[in-house]
């Protein structure tokens, strides 16, 4: 049979349907009918599709081994978040998990309690303390916790040439009791890369192009749901039009001011500071 424009839909899934694993079959065919309901449903001219062609060749090509512009374009959609809430249902104890993004790097060291990720950046020093425990309450003792975050002016190493060292992220152990504390900087709110295809697209919108001031933690504790999470800073700009649709209420901390004095892990120090307290609460298998 010869396809016709009533008739090609049925006829793509039964040809995708033909797919050797069971899943891909499924994945296949509702996507060949969501493309072409969505193609209908626009009236999608031949202009357009070439113009959307080009813009997946352009966001592919701007692809390299430090930037991602196809997850940019997966965040901005609210994609990834999507499949980050469809996979990660906690209970309501939990902490809940928010989006990876492009910026997490493999290999981190692994510091002591309280030791100073920032290492004489500039910024406002910030300690975060609190506690990994499973949903029952119990101390997860040894458990890693995975951080990175951007500098002040909200660049992340793997944004920046040149870098061979570790530069604000680190892996903190909990100690027998559960407990953990970082030391850094106060993270800012920062633009997501803009200057690539989704940067055009979004040029073309009113959308923010912000992210909230956040930290990223990684929990990955053996016996327990893997935990990919963020901590933002309570009354920071953009925590209501986050432009990934990462921010979640139950992971906005207040960073409280102290004066200098004594730290929160016992340590002199020398200059005012912030502090942030939350405990990280992880899902047994
Ligand atoms: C991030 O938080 O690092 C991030 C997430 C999604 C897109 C861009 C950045
Ligand atoms: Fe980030």
Redesign the pocket.
């Known amino acids: 049979m010869f396809a016709d424009e009533d008739n090609i839909t049925e006829l793509a899934v039964q040809r995708w349907a033909t797919a050797h694993s069971p899943r891909l079959g499924e994945l296949m065919t509702a996507l060949v009918r969501h493309l072409h309901a969505f193609a209908a449903e626009v009236r999608l001219t031949e202009d357009e599709w070439a113009a959307a062609i080009q813009w997946l060749t352009d966001a592919g090509q701007t692809c390299d081994d430090k930037r991602q512009e196809l997850?940019?374009a997966s965040?901005?959609l609210g994609l990834?978040m999507l499949v980050v809430q469809l996979n990660n249902r906690f209970t309501p104890e939990a902490t809940p998990a928010t989006?990876?993004?492009?910026?997490h790097v493999d290999g981190s060291p692994t510091v002591p309690h309280g030791f100073d990720m920032s290492e004489g950046l500039p910024g406002t020093p910030l300690y975060i303390t609190g506690k990994v425990t499973d949903t029952g309450g119990k101390p997860l003792a040894n458990a890693v916790l995975d951080v990175w975050q951007?500098d002040a002016d909200g660049a992340?190493e793997a944004q920046l040439p040149e870098i061979d060292e570790a530069r604000l992220r680190a892996k903190y152990r909990t100690r027998e009791d559960g407990s953990y504390c970082v030391r850094t900087i106060a993270p800012r709110g920062y633009a997501?890369?803009m200057d690539g295809p989704v940067g055009d697209l979004i040029h073309r919108t009113d959308i923010s192009w912000f992210?909230p001031a956040?930290i990223?933690f990684l929990i990955d504790e053996p016996g327990h749901r893997k935990l990919i999470t963020?901590l933002f800073q309570e009354g920071g700009d953009y925590l209501d039009s986050d432009?990934?649709f990462?921010t979640k209420d139950p992971l906005i901390v207040r960073f409280t001011e102290r004066p200098a004095g004594t730290a929160p892990d016992g340590d002199p120090v020398g200059e005012p500071y912030l502090h942030a307290t939350y405990d990280f609460v992880l899902q047994p298998e």
């Open positions: 997850i940019l965040d901005v990834s989006v990876l993004g492009p910026f951007a992340y997501i890369p992210r956040h990223h963020h432009v990934v990462g």
